[in-house]
């Protein structure tokens, strides 16, 4: 077999500039850059704390001590992943990725994205406006709140991302070059390993889980049929460049208020199946709906939240599908006939359930937990909604292929038990 791989040229990122930032340098890095003058007079006192609750980043929020809504966010890629140190490196090119995506997601949707002031190259981070006093939508959710606006923001977010980047719509030309932009593949190996492959291998692999629910987590590892799905999937997301997607689209990434909506953190993003990133919306929202077993115990109470989480899940794929009709209006009539049309939207619906159940999976066997989940301090009570969320995880991936619409997904959350496994 001929070894062609000294042809291939890895890029590697240039750390001669670099410096991981602290709650004292960051001060001194906002007071010289020009940028910002604005926004902070150059003898004001300003004030840094670390808000970074994610699993790969430094995150800084700096005040003007005097008038603290004054205020911007700077985000510092780490040559490592947080959660593990640095025993696990990681090129903090993901900055850059970031700082792209954000400026294409904030052309399409300015209303749905933080603003981005500028990223520096050099010291691998982004500058942008902070989100406060929104807070991350999984927080919200845990404790019952209802976000009327939601399904609407999301589902043109969705349709307008992915469908402006598609080459159903974007000139076939133009997408490649701007997937040539958006090659990740370190941030795409940490969702390979992460999302399909080591939750279904049994050692060795950063995996970790409730005691309580070992019998249920052999079952899913036995499960060849569900591997053989896994696997399709897992194909699907290396090789199906569709669209720009976001690539970590879960509640821990929108920060929301009673009326607005932001997505944030897009440093996953390539260019790969478009469902991926709908179905980590509503698979996140079905984390939670599993979650309410533990944080509320009133009967009445969690099946009133949890009916006001599937309207959520059916408005989210509703308002994608409304949305997403500009995309089939720019097209030759003749070029793509109805049949087509319904034949791309099913493949697309079924995509969300087969990634949003492998979001589900991942998040309760694998190494990054969700605290939806993880806020459940009774053990018991944790694994019952982990059992839940396993359910219906496996069945969104083995059923997909029978799904023809959002109310197959909604059923399949409806008719799963915790106890089923
Ligand atoms: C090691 S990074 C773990 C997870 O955090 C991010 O949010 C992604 O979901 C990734 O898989
Ligand atoms: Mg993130």
Known sequence: MADFTAHI???GSDLSRYQPLNLETVIDYVRKRPELQELFSPDEELVSSEVGD?????????????????????????????????????????????????????????????KLYYTDQDMYLNVMEDLAPRIIMRKGLVKREHYPNFTKHIGRYLARTLGET???YLDPQLKKWNAAQFTNPQ???ITED??????YIKEGNGNHFNALIAKDVDVIQNDVDLKVEMAELKDAFMNHGQALIHGDLHTGSIMV???????????????????????????????NYASHEGHTPDPG??????QYLLELARGVWENFVAEFQFVWEAQDPVQRPAAYRERYMRKLLQDTAGFGGAKMMRRIIGLAHVEDLESIVDPEKRAVAERLGL???????????????????????????PEVL
């Open 391 to 417: 359910a219906i995880g496996r069945r969104l991936v083995k059923e997909r292929a029978r799904f023809t619409s959002i109310e197959d997904i909604i059923n399949v959350v409806l008719t799963s038990q």
């Open 166 to 168: 598609l080459d159903l």
């Open 257 to 287: 208020d009673a009326t607005t909506t932001k997505v944030m953190d897009p440093e996953f993003a390539f260019y790969g199946p478009a469902g991926f990133d709908i179905g980590a919306v509503i698979g996140n929202l079905f984390l």
């Open 9 to 11: 040229k890895v890029p």
């Open 194 to 199: 992460l999302v399909f492959t080591n939750p």
């Open 187 to 189: 941030l795409c190996k």
């Open 54 to 114: 994610g699993n790969l980043n430094l995150v800084f929020r700096i005040q003007a001590k005097k008038d603290p809504a004054r205020s911007v966010i700077i985000k510092q890629a780490l040559p490592y992943v947080r959660l593990v140190g640095d025993s696990w490196p990681l090129s903090p090119d993901r900055a850059l990725i970031e700082g792209r995506a954000l400026a294409i997601f904030s052309a399409i949707c300015p209303d749905l994205t933080p």
């Open 301 to 306: 109470e969690r099946r009133e939240y949890r």
